[in-house]
């Protein structure tokens, strides 16, 4: 059966709706755990019926946590269900970012995203939503794949 995905809605009223455009998928969390605003990605540690199942936090120095996925949406424990935005505005763990709109690639930093650069061999997941001085959870615009 074919299905479809509205990305934008044009309709007007009621008057000053608000439409993000986030859509979230639950998974389940694996060793770990996960803190709400963590980039995670597929547990490529699992069995191959079990990969697109699980998630971890993100980090480019572990090598079965490097396809970033999302931002997970809540705390969780390993086993335990979480929502993670994939596509979308939300909050999620960025270090220092220099503007709005630049992009973000995976980080040494477990569950951090960081400026992309020509170095960074990793896709953008999102795009950061505003400056920031410090490392910390931010509005970040996570680009679906």
Do not use: W
């Not at 008057?15 to 455009?21: F, L, V």
């Amino acid at each position: 059966m074919a299905t479809n995905t509205i990305l934008k809605s044009l309709e007007t009223t009621p008057a000053g709706e608000i439409q993000n455009y986030r859509s979230t998928e639950r998974f389940i969390v694996g060793t770990g755990g996960v803190t709400a605003g963590d980039f995670v990605a597929y547990d490529f540690s699992k069995g191959d019926l079990s990969v697109a199942k699980f998630v971890v936090k993100a980090a480019l120095g572990v090598v079965t946590a490097q396809m970033a996925i999302g931002v997970a949406l809540a705390t969780a424990d390993a086993g335990d269900q979480v929502d993670v935005c994939v596509r979308g505005i939300c909050e999620g763990l960025t270090l220092a970012v220099a503007a709005a709109g630049d992009p973000l690639c995976i980080t040494a930093t477990a569950g951090a995203a960081d400026t992309a650069t020509a170095a960074n061999i990793h896709p953008v997941i999102a795009y950061a939503k505003s400056s920031s001085g410090s490392p910390g959870v931010h509005t970040v615009f996570v680009v679906g794949n």
